[in-house]
T-cell receptor, first 110, second 115 residues
Framework: GQQVMQIPQYQHVQEGEDFTTYCNSSTTLSNIQWYKQRPGGHPVFLIQLVKSGEVKKQKRLTFQFGEAKKNSSLHITATQTTDVGTYFCADNTGGFKTIFGAGTRLFVKA | EAQVTQNPRYLITVTGKKLTVTCSQNMNHEYMSWYRQDPGLGLRQIYYSMNVEVTDKGDVPEGYKVSRKEKRNFPLILESPSPNQTSLYFC??????????????FGEGSRLTVL
């Protein structure tokens, strides 16, 4: 069935280093959403990308949607301890069904 | 305050004892959905509902039932829980409708253990 592969599964960084998580699909995505889940918390919506090649920024976070709309990435510049958590991408191409990637858990060492 | 409320937040039960996890939202959203979260597997969709009396299966519906009698409520029913249903469950609602993929608003989660 439809799958969204997300890598890496874990990432340990020193505070101030950059971080990137990637999502890939074998099929064309109509849109992709990104969520952040703090440890012990619930997923919180970050952003939605719809257009081919779209790039959106939120302060130190940069989100990209691939030209072929089969991949997406989230890049954090100069990580801070407040960035810790798990980042998920989510594919809504199936209409009302949502397929989440397995998530990338980010650890930031101060 | 706009929110999605789940109860109970924590539950330990035994195999075969029917249980219901309630979910309520106060944002007048038509769309609601249930997910389970397991280590290494991310969030997997159990059931979703596009509106009152309209529900459909997600990717892992086996062993679960849902109902949507009112717009604000979307309970998850485990008729005969088994240990493989031990998981963290999230309810979510969204302003999404056909042709509009809105963001998901998640509840705080319900951690269920089936012995």
């Amino acid at each position: 069935g439809q799958q969204v592969m997300q890598i890496p599964q874990y990432q340990h960084v020193q505070e101030g280093e950059d971080f990137t998580t990637y999502c890939n699909s074998s099929t064309t995505l109509s849109n992709i959403q990104w969520y952040k889940q703090r440890p012990g918390g619930h997923p919180v919506f970050l952003i939605q990308l719809v257009k081919s090649g779209e790039v959106k920024k939120q302060k130190r976070l940069t989100f990209q949607f691939g030209e072929a709309k089969k991949n997406s990435s989230l890049h954090i510049t100069a990580t801070q301890t407040t960035d810790v958590g798990t980042y998920f991408c989510a594919d809504n191409t199936g209409g009302f069904k949502t397929i989440f990637g397995a998530g990338t858990r980010l650890f930031v060492k101060a | 305050e706009a929110q999605v409320t789940q109860n109970p937040r924590y539950l330990i039960t035994v195999t075969g004892k029917k249980l219901t996890v309630t979910c309520s939202q106060n944002m007048n959203h038509e769309y609601m959905s249930w997910y389970r979260q397991d280590p290494g597997l991310g969030l997997r969709q159990i059931y979703y509902s596009m509106n009152v009396e309209v529900t459909d299966k997600g990717d892992v519906p086996e062993g679960y039932k849902v109902s949507r009698k009112e717009k604000r409520n979307f309970p998850l029913i485990l008729e005969s829980p088994s240990p493989n249903q031990t998981s963290l469950y999230f309810c979510a609602s969204s302003p999404r409708s056909r042709g509009n993929t809105g963001e998901l608003f998640f509840g705080e989660g319900s951690r269920l253990t089936v012995l």
